[in-house]
Nanobody
Framework: QVQLVESGGGLVQAGGSLRLSCAASGRTFNGYTMGWFRQTPGKKREFVAAITWSGTSTYYADSVKGRFTISRDNGKNTVYLQMNSLKPEDTAVYFC????????????????WGRGTQVTVSS
């Protein structure tokens, strides 16, 4: 059982930056993949970024590549999403997720989800 709590969302102007954090608690294990997804009304939840347990491999959606950076601190059981050069189309509820596998996927096939944090980018 894993509990995830996101933080760091808010309102920012286009071109600005935010850093999201996701703290994991409960029965966690080494080897879990962690990722970020986002969802807006009328759209399906979409993949944003993922990182392996070692932190040596990262994966990004084309829409955020070069602007967002995912990282993790296993000692703190926390994953981060640094978001730079934000665009209005980045507006969404952002969810962190954990997959009980060392195999990274970019689908929604993750085992645990946070409740989400709202990110709003104004033009």
């Amino acid at each position: 059982q894993v509990q995830l709590v996101e933080s760091g969302g808010g309102l920012v102007q286009a071109g600005g930056s935010l850093r999201l954090s996701c703290a994991a608690s409960g029965r966690t294990f080494n080897g879990y993949t962690m990722g970020w997804f986002r969802q807006t009304p009328g759209k399906k939840r979409e993949f944003v970024a993922a990182i392996t347990w070692s932190g040596t491999s990262t994966y990004y959606a084309d829409s955020v590549k070069g602007r967002f950076t995912i990282s993790r601190d296993n000692g703190k059981n926390t994953v981060y999403l640094q978001m730079n050069s934000l665009k209005p189309e980045d507006t969404a509820v952002y969810f962190c997720a954990v997959r009980r596998s060392t195999v990274v996927v970019t689908t929604i096939d993750y085992d645990y989800w946070g409740r989400g944090t709202q990110v709003t980018v104004s033009s």
